[in-house]
């Protein structure tokens, strides 16, 4: 589980998706948290500017975990543009065997 977490390539499965949600909220929150706790989110602008950037590389990682995840329903990434793709997603399996994007996660062939 989360082997290659910043690479785009391959597919995850249902539960690692699910996992990264989590991650992505909790890191954010506690982003937040600090920020805000060390008083940088006043209402500065240089407090803003330290919140986007330290936030930047959590986001990035969400979006690759979603592309996987996408490659394993046998779909193209940019499907993750379309609202609501999340569900599907997080609560369809994935496609039996082998496809262009690599092996089954889950091991079935």
């Known amino acids: 589980m989360f082997k290659n977490t910043f690479s785009y390539k391959g597919r995850i499965r249902r539960t690692e998706y699910a996992l990264s949600i989590i991650i992505y909220y909790g890191a954010t929150f506690l982003i937040g948290f600090i920020l805000g706790f060390l008083g940088i989110t006043d209402g500065a602008t240089y407090g803003l500017g330290v919140l986007y950037l ?9 979006i690759v975990q979603a592309i996987k995840r996408a490659h394993d329903r046998s779909a193209s990434g940019w499907w993750i543009l379309v ?3 999340g569900l599907w997603l997080l609560f369809g399996d994935s496609v039996v065997g082998e496809n262009e994007y690599g092996a089954n996660p889950k091991g079935i062939n």
Do not use: G, L, N
């Open 54 to 62: 330290s936030i930047i590389p959590v986001m990035y990682w969400a």
């Open 83 to 85: 609202p609501f793709y």
